[in-house]
Antibody
Framework: EVQLVESGGGLVQPGGSLKLSCAGSGFSFSGPGMYWVRQASGKGLEWVGRIRSKANSYATEYAASVKGRFTISRDDSKNTAYLQMNSLKTEDTAVYYC?????????????WGQGTMVTVSS | HSALTQPASVSGSPGQSITISCTGASSDIGTYSLLSWYQQHPGKAPKLIIYEGNKRPSGVSNRFSGSKSGNTASLTISGLQAEDAADYYCCSYAGSNTLVFGGGTNLTVL
């Protein structure tokens, strides 16, 4: 079964850090880019960032709202992508999804995890 | 980059057709063909239903179709069914290796 499973969410104080993991299975994890998308409660989807494949030098890009605070990485030997979140703000509170463009190419998020909740609060 | 603009809500009766618009700018929808649509039911992860503007992934009903004109993309759902009630999001490439989502549209099947 093709799937992505996120973990690592939880409650953290403003200014704190948290690292999310995204484990893939059932497909060639090392091939496609891996993305993070978040969704605040009752709100829409927000693209957070991406890490490309080894063939593309593991290049990363980020949304302006998280640039300089969040870092995406991946360990293809473990079929896992990560989202390191530093200097967290209350507005970072959201469900964080990892997703991939495995089947249908750039811009088509065709595999999604179930999401992990991050709450930033004192 | 600003979010794409979608109507907050649309509604239709079973069997009818509805269209959801997604308005961007010449820097995103107007220039690039990487436009996708997602369906999200409450408490669930989004599901890809249209990619590259008008292509359907395997297994997605042909009642879903996409189109684009200028800076606006559209998702049409024909033969509405109760199970189509969900939130719908558009997403476009926005240049500089970034992507932007629309604000989402809640579809009610009356």
């Amino acid at each position: 079964e093709v799937q992505l499973v996120e973990s690592g969410g939880g409650l953290v104080q403003p200014g704190g850090s948290l690292k999310l993991s995204c484990a893939g299975s059932g497909f060639s994890f090392s091939g496609p880019g891996m993305y993070w998308v978040r969704q605040a409660s009752g709100k829409g989807l927000e693209w957070v960032g991406r890490i490309r494949s080894k063939a593309n030098s593991y290049a990363t890009e980020y949304a302006a709202s998280v640039k300089g605070r969040f870092t995406i990485s991946r360990d293809d030997s473990k079929n896992t992508a990560y989202l390191q979140m530093n200097s967290l703000k209350t507005e970072d509170t959201a469900v964080y999804y990892c997703t991939s463009t495995y089947y249908y190419g750039p811009g088509a998020f065709d595999i999604w995890g179930q999401g992990t909740m991050v709450t930033v609060s004192s | 980059h600003s979010a794409l603009t979608q109507p907050a809500s649309v509604s239709g009766s079973p069997g009818q057709s509805i269209t959801i618009s997604c308005t961007g700018a010449s820097s995103d929808i107007g220039t690039y063909s990487l436009l996708s649509w997602y369906q999200q039911h409450p408490g669930k992860a989004p599901k890809l239903i249209i990619y590259e503007g008008n292509k359907r992934p395997s297994g997605v009903s042909n009642r879903f179709s996409g189109s684009k004109s200028g800076n606006t993309a559209s998702l049409t759902i024909s033969g509405l069914q109760a199970e189509d009630a969900a939130d719908y999001y558009c997403c476009s490439y926005a240049g500089s290796n970034t992507l932007v989502f629309g604000g989402g549209t809640n579809l009610t099947v009356l």
